[in-house]
């Protein structure tokens, strides 16, 4: 983990956030087709969510399609819109029950309308004023287009007399994302890669993060406890003196 340990007061976790890269790489692994991979990889996902509520996590943040994944093969992309059509349908009355709150974010509009009706049916039944978790799931997502959109809403606000150009501040930005959280505690990756991937780049300035070897499709309940209870001794200065 990319941080400087202390023996402090645990930290409050309040919003994680994973990179769940390798389910394709665990699929050849195992001489599996690429769409078993990112099947295996749902079921991963429900343990999380358990374990995260487990842990009074506040909210999880998923990515699950970024805007550069629109490159892979169209065999690969049709499996996984299929799979996102399935796993609404399996998941959501499970979500529902566990008062999972559930939110898509993203250009998903590619998608097509099929998986948009799924989307809108998938937040409004869980939508939850006090939920146990916020699960929050990138879709079509890029840190850098998000940015250059933002640039343009607020460029048109001041042009138009809407936003005083002196009066732009870090809120100002996060209002014009289009990602629900505010900033991230703490960025998992999981298939070995040390990069963040065009992954939420303004809400992780101060994120610790937690590089793991394991695909996706390997990683377990153990080791998203042991990313939690090593972040909760890192000494977070946030660039101040402690």
């Known amino acids: 983990m990319a941080t400087h340990i202390k023996n402090i007061a645990q930290n409050h976790l309040g919003n994680v956030a994973i990179i769940m890269d390798g389910n394709g790489r665990w699929a050849k692994k195992n001489a599996l ?30 990515y699950a399609f970024s805007t550069e994944n629109w490159g892979r093969p169209t065999q690969e992309i049709n499996a996984i819109k299929n799979l996102i059509v399935n796993a609404i349908n399996d998941q959501v009355p499970e979500l529902v029950e566990q008062n999972v709150q559930l939110k898509f974010f993203g ?30 799931i990138a879709l079509g997502y890029g840190g850098q287009q998000d940015i250059i959109s933002i640039v343009k809403s607020v460029s048109k606000g ?27 505690d703490l960025l998992i990756r999981t ?6 991937s065009n992954f939420l780049l303004y809400q992780i300035a101060y994120s610790e993060i937690c590089f793991l070897d394991n695909f996706w499709p390997d990683f377990t309940r153990l080791e998203y406890k042991n990313c939690i209870n090593q972040y909760k001794t890192v000494s977070r200065r946030f660039g101040k003196r402690v």
């Open 33 to 62: 087709k690429i769409s078993k991979g990112h099947e295996k990889g749902v079921s991963v996902v429900k343990e999380i969510v358990e374990e995260s509520i487990n842990q009074k996590v506040k909210s999880l943040t998923l």
């Open 107 to 136: 250009n998903f509009e590619l998608f097509g309308k099929k998986i948009i009706n799924k989307i809108e049916y998938a937040e409004s039944s869980t939508k939850s004023k006090n939920p146990s978790l916020k699960l929050n």
């Open 158 to 184: 001041v042009l138009d007399g809407e936003i005083d150009i002196n009066k732009i501040s870090d809120k100002t930005i996060k209002d014009f994302s289009c990602v629900p959280e505010p900033s991230i």
């Open 191 to 196: 298939g070995g890669d040390k990069r963040v």
